[in-house]
């Protein structure tokens, strides 16, 4: 099962505009009912208004961050020898930034492993 939330339709506690993101979606993995994927993308403007991404001043000034997408996948993966389960949550990171006038892609990889 997939779900959408769409930034004109989706209400945050005290209906506060910044906390809007432009897209959100959360299934179960096809292939693999133990892996959630977590979806989202968002931007500074949505629909002529505030979006997802609050920048501060001095940042704004220097690279000015204008949107953002990530995917996360948290798995439960069967340990080496098959004792047991651990979690792990596994990302990828594009956040556009601008400098002078030119966007450049952020890119971060990473895995998280719970202990």
């Known amino acids: 099962m997939s ?8 209400k945050f506690p005290g209906d506060d505009r910044r ?3 432009t897209d959100v979606f ?15 993308d968002t931007t500074t403007q ?6 997802g991404i609050e920048n501060i001043p001095f940042v704004v000034q220097n ?3 204008t949107s953002m997408s990530a995917i996360f996948w948290i798995e439960k993966v069967q340990r080496e020898h098959g004792d047991g389960h651990f979690l792990q949550l596994q990302y990828t990171q ?3 930034l601008n400098f002078l006038g030119i966007d450049w ?3 971060q990889v990473a895995t998280l492993v719970k202990h």
């Open 105 to 107: 892609p952020h890119i």
């Open 3 to 10: 779900n959408h939330f769409s930034a004109d339709n989706f």
């Open 19 to 21: 906390l809007d993101l």
């Open 63 to 65: 690279a000015n961050a």
């Open 46 to 51: 949505v629909g002529g208004s505030a979006g």
């Open 94 to 96: 594009k956040v556009i």
């Open 26 to 40: 959360a299934f179960t993995a096809p292939h693999d009912p133990d892996t959630t994927v977590l979806i989202i």
